[in-house]
């Protein structure tokens, strides 16, 4: 089965400090996989993909992430953070329906970042 | 401006009372889907649509309807809501579900049922 794990619901981090937010998939076909960022009161923002070609892509806001095929991971990084990066981020993972032509987009849990002064 | 514009943005509701929640977007996408987002539970679908007249379940679909008979809009019914309706409602569109298609969300629908 198809799925996609946020190790963390919660990371609390001082304003400039380097923050990693671990995410995990679970998948036997092709990958493809996003991080999304909900801004307070706010919808969705994609803030990277992973489609195919270099392992490390970078995203808006001096996010980037790593696909590590052999521990089947994609986590978000960013080596210094600001207050404004307060807010709850989602890990989520695109594969093919079964039998189907069209694709599915699942989401983790979310991770909330929360930046402290 | 791409968008994809949700109506209303909050909304409180009593138990068995229909509702509409209307979903728009200007960017000619076929693909639309809705989620509801719950603490903990991240966004779970509920329904998506390929195109005009095409819809099918997501993850969750009890307790609710949808039509798609423009391209434009998505709107999410529900016919008889239930206090575990109570949640925050996503929807989004993409040109289409291939991986190169982006999903743009709206602002969210905040219901509140008592």
């Known amino acids: 089965a198809q799925s996609v794990t946020q190790l963390d619901s919660q990371v609390p981090v001082f304003e400039e400090a380097p923050v990693e937010l671990r995410c995990n998939y679970s998948?036997?076909?092709?990958?493809?996989l996003f991080w999304y960022v909900q801004y307070p009161n706010q919808g969705l923002q994609l803030l990277l993909k992973?489609?195919?070609?270099?392992?490390l892509v970078k995203g808006i806001n001096g996010f980037e992430a790593e696909f590590n095929k052999s521990q089947t991971s994609f986590h978000l990084r960013k080596p210094s953070v600001h207050i404004s990066d307060t807010a709850e981020y989602f890990c989520?993972?695109?594969?093919?329906?079964?039998?189907?032509?069209?694709?599915?987009?699942?989401f983790g849990k979310g991770t909330l970042l929360t930046v402290n002064p | 401006e791409a968008q994809v514009t949700q109506n209303p943005r909050y909304l409180i509701t009593v138990t068995g009372k229909k509702l509409t929640v209307t979903c728009s977007q200007n960017?000619?996408?076929?693909?639309m889907s809705w989620y509801r987002q719950d603490p903990g539970l991240g966004l779970r679908q509920i329904y998506y649509?390929?195109?005009?007249?095409?819809?099918d379940k997501g993850d969750v679909p009890e307790g609710y309807k949808v039509s798609r008979k423009e391209k434009r809009n998505f709107p999410l019914i529900l016919e008889s809501p239930s206090p575990n309706q109570t949640s925050l409602y996503f929807c989004?569109?993409?040109?289409?579900?291939?991986?190169?298609?982006?999903?743009?969300f709206g602002q969210g629908t905040r219901l509140t049922v008592v």
């Open positions: 989004a569109s993409s040109f289409s579900t291939r991986p190169s298609g982006e999903a743009f």
């Open positions: 998948s036997s076909v092709s990958v493809y």
């Open positions: 992973y489609l195919s070609g270099s392992t």
């Open positions: 989520a993972f695109l594969f093919q329906r079964e039998g189907g032509s069209n694709y599915k987009l699942t």
């Open positions: 960017m000619n996408h076929e693909y």
């Open positions: 649509s390929m195109n005009v007249e095409v819809t």
